[in-house]
């Protein structure tokens, strides 16, 4: 096993000489094993190990057992010793994440930290082909794209204020059981997180159910697989980076915070390219990867063939808008929402019985003609409204205001100027030309949303015999026009 992972090292240039490398110790297994391995072969390079151990503070006794068992050995083979403590649990609770998410980030914070105090410039931690096959497996049923089935990378580099850093991955190479097998050939002992044997996080269930069945009832050799599929993926994603890189440097434009990208020549592009810009566009705007998902990327591919004006919010408070020949992508910003939310609609008809689209609002609005019974009980709900069909006078329309509108405030027919409603209903002055109306010639049958009423005019009462029901509400992001 050693001299797999030697040549596994030096294949992808993990350790160089001169390397001062943070190594991540828990206590278990792959980390003492990891610690071992880089012990033996840092003299040769003529690198040096600083040890960073963190306590979650989830085990209790346990936890301290495991922190001095790390400190005794490392105080055994001469290297330095640095302990971080932090409740797991509390920050899991007060940062809205789980402990495994919460778990992963204070190791990390624990392990850029030591690099800035101890000046050093690579941190070395413990996965293995059974870890990478458990990434693999939780990104394909959570929902991924080839990144996700890449698995995990051998060597990454992050940029800090104080420097790059990279995070090598020595053990990668090997399986868990040829870990605990050399562990026991050598006589090295390790400690057993027992959180690792219960079913409380994800990533156990499928290490100790599905994985395991998988090695016993399918194919012995399904951990050493999995990863190796994912290698070539990996190998096949690099292909494809370069190739979008290439490309996005000739298609994309940009002008401060916003994203330009030819609707013509984005359309030739193979889909795989189109989705990798998308992508790349959406990580330069937001400087993040997490949650930006497939869909996302669908949904902005959607607009390629939809009219001007129809625009899509994303995660982080991204947009996405069609323009005349481009797709146009940009954070919200107080600028840009009043930009889009003051932008007029044309008047929409709507169908009756029907469905129709407000793609200004991401709204759908759906009717139907209902022969309505006397003392039928009328459903209470902001966003379904009973109209008198036989009170409506002209074709019903969704637009935004216009000059004469008035909406019917009381039973006896006393109205109102559209403006003066908006103004004693205190809606924003720059929200009322946005506003969208359900109206019958100048007469506003429904004002939805902000300020919320229907007009007195089209209630149902005893004289009703035909009822209008039109129901309002979002189109889902990947919602695709029926």
């Not at 006589?187 to 997180?193: F, L, M, P, S």
Request: charged residues 30%; contains cysteine.
């Amino acid at each position: 096993m050693l001299s797999k992972a030697w040549d596994y090292i030096k294949l992808n240039n993990m350790i160089e000489k001169g390397d001062r490398i943070v190594v991540g110790v828990s206590g278990g297994a792959d980390s003492i094993c990891l610690l071992y391995v880089l012990g033996k072969l840092v003299r040769e390079l003529e690198a040096a190990l600083v040890v960073v151990h963190v306590n979650h503070c989830i085990r209790g006794e346990e936890a301290d057992r495991d922190e001095r068992f790390v400190e005794q050995m490392c105080s055994h083979m001469g290297i330095e010793f640095y302990r971080y403590t932090f409740d797991v649990k509390k920050l899991a609770k007060e940062q809205g994440l789980s402990e495994e998410e919460a778990g992963r980030n204070v190791r990390y914070e624990a392990f850029l930290d030591t690099c800035k105090t101890r000046m050093c410039n690579k941190i070395a931690v413990a996965h293995n082909k059974n870890d990478n096959a458990e990434t693999v497996l939780f990104h394909l049923f959570r929902g991924t794209g080839i990144k996700g089935l890449s698995g995990i990378d051998p060597k990454r580099a992050v940029t800090e204020e104080f420097g790059e850093i990279t995070i090598i991955r020595p053990l990668l190479c090997v399986e868990r059981k040829e870990i605990e097998e050399f562990l026991r050939e050598e006589g090295i002992n390790y400690q057993i997180d027992s959180t690792n044997l219960t079913e409380d996080y994800t990533r156990n269930k499928i290490r100790n159910k599905i994985l395991t069945y998988a090695v016993k009832e399918i194919n012995s050799g399904a951990v050493g697989n999995i990863s190796e599929a994912a290698s070539q993926l990996r190998e096949a994603l690099e292909y494809m980076n370069d190739n979008i890189e290439l490309r996005y440097g000739a298609l994309v434009k940009q002008t401060g915070i916003t994203y330009r990208i030819s609707v013509k020549a984005m359309l030739a592009e193979p889909i795989v390219i189109q989705k990798g810009i998308l992508l790349k566009i959406m990580e330069n705007l937001t400087g993040k990867r997490k949650d930006l998902e497939a869909k996302h990327i669908e949904v902005i591919l959607s607009l390629l063939n939809k009219q001007v004006g129809r625009y899509v919010h994303l995660p982080y408070r991204m947009i996405a808008e069609r323009e005349y020949d481009d797709i146009k992508l940009f954070c919200e910003k107080e600028h840009n929402i009043t930009e889009i939310e003051n932008k007029s609609m044309n008047p929409i008809p709507v169908l009756i019985p029907g469905r129709v689209i407000i793609p200004q609002k991401l709204k759908i609005i759906e009717t139907e003609l209902i022969d309505y019974k006397k003392s039928q009980p009328i459903p209470k709900n902001s966003c379904a409204k009973w109209f008198d069909y036989d009170k409506i006078e002209n074709a019903v329309e969704i637009r935004n205001r216009k000059e004469g509108d008035y909406i019917q405030i009381n039973d006896s027919g006393g109205n109102k100027k559209l403006k003066d409603y908006f103004i004693d209903h205190k809606i924003p002055k720059k929200l009322r030309d946005s506003q969208i109306l359900i109206t019958d010639g100048n007469h506003v049958m429904w004002i939805p949303g902000e300020g919320e009423r229907m007009s007195e005019k089209y209630k149902v009462g005893e004289t009703t015999t035909r009822v209008l029901l039109m129901k309002m509400f979002d189109l889902e992001e990947n919602e695709n026009d029926r």
